[in-house]
């Protein structure tokens, strides 16, 4: 990040923290908020409780703010609240959101319409289903110069300002033939179409692929530059707001509890969840071991007293239990946090990362041996000639970006693809293509899960009955013993055995997640093939993921075969490396090789791409 | 900390909202009235009670059909065989309709292309003549009457059922499951049709008034129970001439079935609401609905 670190405190929080610091030459903000609370609305069966409270920020023009926190924290619900927008069933029970000195809550439903776009501008979360499918981009554009003045001559600029240099082809596409990147280009095009004063960035490059995120990035802050546009950035991820961000702000049970300059933030956190966030962010600096953090954010209208981090805190005091803490400045730019031992947090080296390296195990004689495989969908070619092996007890990662075939790779090795030729050789035996040809003995032994949790569980069964299913299949068990080992499959993932009557709706995303790792591990695999499986999952439940399965892999002997388009994590959970670039196997090789080494030029542009808090300050 | 069935929760929200509360009186009435009318008709529904198309009397409180029956007796009689036919047509079609819809939606390829062309060319036909092809060829038995009309509902389920099955087939549950090698039969049994429930709720409903129409339609038309037994449908056609007389005869009949089909419909209509919360859960949960904001 190039943010210069002697900057001015644009970022300190309003009213409560004092400003150590006079903000010398800098007018009033372009954002701020103060004490925003918004609330579920009271009705006769639940009483008021708070989702947000005490969230005050602001925001200087031509900065960012990045807004951090797990899914359930509140960002979301506050950056909705920057536009005048409530979710369904809450309201909002107090606080200003001053735009350029002018609140904007209490105006109403038509002036607010005005000023959506014009002043406030939104970037969605999944463009795709932002864009007008049946209209072509060029009208949609058109349409906001329509209702909100400005000349459609400037299409054009707008475009190539959102980095899409030649708009023609573009302009005359329809949303679903553009590619994500594009897509979320367009969106970003509209969002600054009107010079809007305030953008709000709700986890714009999630579903990005690295390279396609960096370039996303380094087109809003450039944009926010020239223009001088006030941003916030929400996003769950640590690396990505520390590529873009000039001040960072971390929520937590709809608490605001760390705010500060992102390099200061992130070289000396000062709230433990901060430092617990930190450490579960997989680097690609060392394959330090990920540290997931035990427990899980309460439930508004569900906390505890006191500090509403305290029970999953390593750092917990008997006062913590008293009061909610109020923020402490701990720098004299305006770094704060709402802990009560903030300096003494700040105070610790870095983030303490315990940098253990792996154990590589020995490769043995492979389980899993793909050589010359070749996938065409009708005529186009998706995977050419690829070669891979995977040790016992080794751990094989692929990567790639979206469209590189990695996911097809997945699902020809489990069957569920079977027009591929060349060979699969599984445990020493050649495997038949689909799963209609494989032994019961090679079915069992080879298991998958997939990427989505949400929709890798039947949501009309039982968490017992999703877990029980494959046993049912496989081994004709006594109802006595079949519970014994859901039991065990459960224990195993680190859920309770008191989750076997549960439904998944009832589960958070990362409980289901293991629920479908137990699922594949109740048949006591040989390999494992994970598609992505911590790509819809928060940073510090992908951390406990990733801690749970190298446990199991190493419990348990299992070979794995772990695709992702995280690099970081790579390092962190993976042996061999195989990157795979348009269907080509492009290197593989050792981790630690291939990703400090690496050979080939898209490899080396692929880590190049990776956000991190290495580039900071 | 079992949970209910999701059928059961769906109807207990809709009988709690006024609509669904509203469609399940006025439905109920009907067949409370075609249920235990025979027992407490106060004639034989055969027995020549007064003079034909006579007026409302003491003696015949509705007044006498065209050939003097007792309007009163016929229209409680004439009701139960009516709604058990539209019942059993009813489960048959969506039964048979639903099992190919998602048959063609699980399997693709092959079976997809045989059973949607199938249903297509059986669609090509209205329903009512349909049944009226197949009545007038093997002439009018109460088996066949419902057989034909579970066989004009099954290809309009049969697209409802396909269309929702495909975007369930496609759900990595059920990929988690073929994977597994588990048979087709299995998975669609166990993970796809549970999560049809509420779509064949709501066709349930549908399909019972259409039912209702084209039975009683055919009975009209002299296809359904014969003279002299009580139904609905005959009796309307039966007294149609002697409307000016004594209109209850066609009245009462009419008034009854049209009291049933609004009720099932608007009850219906209560269900498809009442499981769009329900069969949310199917997706990905907490979608971002904006509204208005509140100012407290």
């Known amino acids: 990040m190039t943010a210069p670190s002697e900057d001015i405190p644009v970022a300190a929080p309003a009213e409560e923290i004092p400003a150590t610091k006079a903000p010398a030459g800098v007018g009033t903000p372009r954002l701020a908020v103060e004490n925003l609370r918004i609330v579920m609305t009271p009705s006769r069966r639940r009483p008021e409780a708070d989702v947000v409270d005490q969230v005050s920020f602001t925001v200087q023009p031509g900065h960012v703010l990045g807004l951090v926190g797990e899914s359930g924290s509140g960002k979301t619900t506050v950056a909705l609240a920057l536009l005048g927008l409530v979710k369904r069933g809450l309201s909002i029970g107090g606080g200003k959101v001053l735009i350029d000195g002018r609140d904007i809550l209490p105006l109403s439903e038509h002036e607010l319409q005005k000023i959506r776009g014009r002043t406030v501008a939104y970037v969605p979360q999944d463009p795709g289903s932002a864009l007008n499918p049946v209209l072509k981009v060029g009208t949609q554009l058109h349409e906001v110069f329509a209702i909100h003045g400005g000349g459609a001559d400037r299409l054009s600029q707008v475009m190539a300002e959102a980095g899409l240099e030649d708009p023609k082809p573009i302009l005359a596409s329809y949303p679903h033939q553009l590619s994500g990147g594009q897509q979320q280009r367009v969106a970003l095009a509209m969002a600054f179409a009107c010079r809007p004063q305030l953008i709000v960035l709700d986890e714009p490059t999630t579903g990005l692929d690295v390279t396609t995120q960096r370039r996303v990035l380094d087109t809003v802050r450039g944009l926010c530059r020239t223009y001088q546009v006030a941003a916030v950035y929400i996003s769950h991820d640590l690396a990505v707001v520390a590529e873009i961000a000039d001040h960072v702000a971390v929520m937590y049970s709809g608490r605001l509890i760390e705010i500060g300059a992102a390099s200061e933030l992130f070289s000396r956190p000062a709230h433990p969840y901060t430092r617990g966030l930190m450490r579960a962010v997989p680097s690609m600096e060392s394959s330090h071991e990920l540290l997931g953090m035990a427990g899980s954010p309460p439930r508004p209208g569900n906390r505890p007293a006191g500090c509403a981090f305290r029970p999953r805190c390593e750092f917990a005091v008997a006062e913590c239990e008293l009061r909610e803490p109020q923020p402490v400045v701990v720098s004299d730019t305006g770094h704060a946090a709402r802990c009560v031992r903030a300096v003494e947090v700040t105070s610790l080296s870095g983030t303490a990362l315990t940098a253990r390296e792996r154990a590589v195990p020995p490769a043995g004689e492979p389980v899993l041996t793909i050589s010359d495989m070749s996938v065409s969908y009708t005529d186009k070619p998706v995977l050419r000639d690829v070669n891979l092996a995977v040790g016992a007890k080794q751990s094989v990662a692929i990567v790639g970006t979206s469209g590189s075939g990695k996911t097809t790779l997945a699902r020809c090795v489990v069957g569920l693809h079977k027009d591929w030729s060349g060979t699969i050789t599984f445990d020493g035996k050649q495997l038949p293509p689909g799963v209609r040809g494989r032994t019961q003995d090679q079915l069992r032994k080879i298991q998958f899960v997939a990427q989505n949790p949400y929709s890798s569980l039947n949501p009309r069964q039982t968490i017992g009955q999703i877990i029980g299913e494959p046993l049912a299949h496989f081994t004709k068990l006594p109802g006595r013993q079949q519970d014994q080992r859901i039991g065990d499959a459960l224990t195993a993932v680190a859920l309770r055995e008191s989750f076997a009557p549960r439904y998944p709706d009832e589960l958070s995303g990362g409980e289901r997640q293991r629920v479908a790792l137990a699922r594949a591990l109740v048949l006591d695999p040989e390999l494992l093939v994970c598609d992505e499986i911590t790509s819809a999952l928060d940073v510090s439940v992908q951390a406990a993921i990733v801690e749970l399965l190298l446990r199991l892999q190493d419990e348990r002997g299992l070979s794995l075969l772990f695709i992702t388009h995280n690099l970081p994590l790579v390092r962190s959970i993976a042996d061999d490396v195989t990157v795979i670039s348009a269907g080509q196997v492009c290197e593989s090789g050792p981790v630690t090789q291939v990703l400090t080494a690496p050979k080939t030029a898209y490899t080396q542009q692929l880590i190049a791409d990776v956000p991190g808090f290495e580039q900071t300050g | ?296």
């Open chain 2, 1 to 296: 900390m079992a949970r209910r069935p999701e059928a059961v929760v769906i109807l207990g929200r809709a009988v709690r909202t006024p609509r669904g509360a509203t469609g399940l009186v006025i439905a109920g009435c009907v067949i409370l009235v075609a249920a235990i009318g025979p027992a407490v008709a106060p004639y034989s529904s055969t027995e020549f009670v007064t003079s034909p198309f006579a007026r409302a009397s003491r003696v015949a409180w509705l007044g006498g059909d065209v050939l003097g029956r007792d309007v009163l007796t016929r229209t409680l009689d004439g009701g139960w065989e009516l709604l058990v036919m539209a019942a059993v047509a009813t489960a048959l079609g969506v039964f048979v309709g639903a099992v190919l819809g998602v048959m063609a939606a699980y399997y693709g390829g092959w079976w997809d292309s045989v059973i949607m062309r199938a249903v297509d060319v059986i669609l090509a036909f209205p329903q009512l003549v349909f049944a009226l092809l197949l009545v007038s060829i093997l002439g009018p038995k109460i088996w066949l009457i419902v057989l034909a009309v579970a066989i004009s509902h099954a290809p309009q389920v049969a697209r409802v059922a396909r269309a929702a099955a495909l975007d369930i087939s496609e759900r990595d549950f059920v990929k988690a499951m073929q994977i597994l090698g588990i048979p087709g039969r299995r998975i669609i049994r166990k993970d796809v049709l549970p999560n049809l429930t509420s779509v064949l709720m709501v066709e349930i409903g549908l399909r019972l008034t259409y039912s209702m129409l084209v039975i009683a339609g055919l009975s009209f038309l002299g296809f359904g129970l014969q003279p002299p037994a009580a139904s609905w449908g005959l009796m309307i056609n039966e007294n149609r001439v002697g409307l000016i007389a004594n209109p209850w005869g066609v009245l009462m009949p009419a008034i009854l079935i049209a009291l049933f089909t609004i009720g099932v419909n608007t009850f219906t209509d209560a269900v498809a609401r009442a499981s769009l919360g329900v069969g949310g859960r199917v997706t990905e949960p907490e979608p971002v609905a904006l509204v208005a904001r509140e100012v407290t």
